[in-house]
């Protein structure tokens, strides 16, 4: 697990923040809502937005505010204090539930027509070859220099 301190937060004008797939107490995108806030906290976001609809959906799920999260993350300088403040304050999710709405956040894709357009936009901006790409978290590993494993297509 990487560490970050509050003295030296994580500077999103010049490095990405962890991956979405990246797992903190079993959830997806934990890790990665923790640096952009961790950012956002410092000034040091750059292009980056916390709470975006991707931190409201894990928020909702976990049952806590963009205020309290920030409260938290603000006042622990390590992964582990938000990690245990986590566990403690989330409402409890059985195995199976927390791994169904993982796999939900690793493949959910564009909802709308428009959405697509700006889906293949971004995606035709990194690499015009990736086609075969549907998922968000794919998009933003690929954005951010990451590599994601060609799908194969559906028959």
Not at 106 to 117: I, M, N
Not at 119 to 146: C, H, I, M, Y
């Amino acid at each position: 697990m990487r560490r970050i301190s509050i003295g030296s937060p994580v500077d999103l004008r010049k490095s990405f923040p962890r991956s979405m797939r990246v797992k903190l107490e079993g959830y997806v995108h934990l890790a990665r809502m923790i640096d952009k806030c961790r950012a956002v906290l410092a000034g040091t976001e750059g292009e980056y937005i916390y709470p975006c609809p991707t931190d409201d959906r894990l928020m909702e799920f976990a049952g806590i505010t963009a205020d309290q999260f920030t409260a938290i993350v603000k006042a622990n300088p390590t992964d582990d204090g938000v990690v245990e403040w986590f566990r403690r304050t989330t409402k409890p999710h059985q195995p199976a539930e927390l791994g169904k709405w993982n796999e939900m956040m690793l493949k959910r894709g564009p909802s709308t027509p428009e959405k697509q357009d700006y889906f293949n936009k971004l995606r035709d901006a990194v690499d015009p070859s990736r086609t075969d790409l549907t998922a968000w978290a794919d998009l933003q590993d690929l954005e951010e220099g990451r590599h994601v494993p060609r799908q194969e297509p559906v028959s």
